[in-house]
């Protein structure tokens, strides 16, 4: 094992020399779809609990599929699928960027996340009490404004506990860019599996690195969640 990580812990981190890999990879994965997703959820849980069905209709429409179908589809049909059809050769930026295993795998983990978080935003929504809801509406808030100081903070926060396993489980869901050859950590410990043929080894080593990113992740929402949902907990009684 030592012989091993001696040899391969900068590609399991960061580089190979030519590009980056591994854990650098992971991260930036995991990164991008979580700020994109998370953004898009935002403004997409709004509109998901709109009483306008024709705003509210196509939201689910896309919850629906992207959460009924398994995420590893979604890669491949954004990986393989995508570049067959003829409307993607013949736009030369579409071609570009389904080429790119990288831009698939961002693009798949993005939306799937995407619509989870929708659903988790679009819950803590309709869970704001009403009555801080009515005592905006008695001060004359508009409604962007209702939205902007009293709804999403209280929302945010509601949701933070649902949305930290989200993370979490984006985390998990990066292993699969191996299959788009995105040389991500699973991606390098395969790699090291068949040029050393010590499997517990290589695939090992990259359990106790997705372990320290989860326990990294999990610290920062405890602490998060700390700050923000102090006012939730039971008060202690002596």
Known sequence: ???????????????????????????WLLI???????????????????????VA???????????????YVQLLVFYSGMYTLE??????????????????????LTLNTCAYTTEIFAGAIRA???????????????????????????ALRIALPAYSNEVILMLHSTALAFTATVPDLLKVARDINSATYEPFTAFGIAAVLYLAISFCLISLFRKAEKRWLQHV???STH
């Open 1 to 27: 094992m030592i012989d091993i990580i001696h040899e391969y812990w900068q590609q399991l981190l960061w580089t190979d020399g030519y590009r980056f890999t591994g854990v650098a990879i992971t991260l």
């Open 32 to 54: 991008a779809s979580v700020v994109m997703g998370g953004i898009m959820a935002l403004f997409l849980s709004i509109a998901r609990v709109s009483s306008n069905k024709f």
């Open 57 to 71: 209709f196509p939201v689910w429409l896309f919850t629906y599929i992207f959460r009924g179908t398994p995420l």
């Open 87 to 108: 409307v993607v050769k013949g736009n030369m930026l579409l071609n570009e960027f389904f080429r790119s295993g990288l831009n698939c795998t961002i693009l798949a």
């Open 128 to 154: 704001v009490p009403h009555g801080e809801i009515e005592a905006a509406r008695a001060y004359g808030f508009s409604s962007v404004k209702m939205y902007r100081c009293i709804i999403l903070p209280s």
């Open 233 to 235: 907990k039971p008060a």
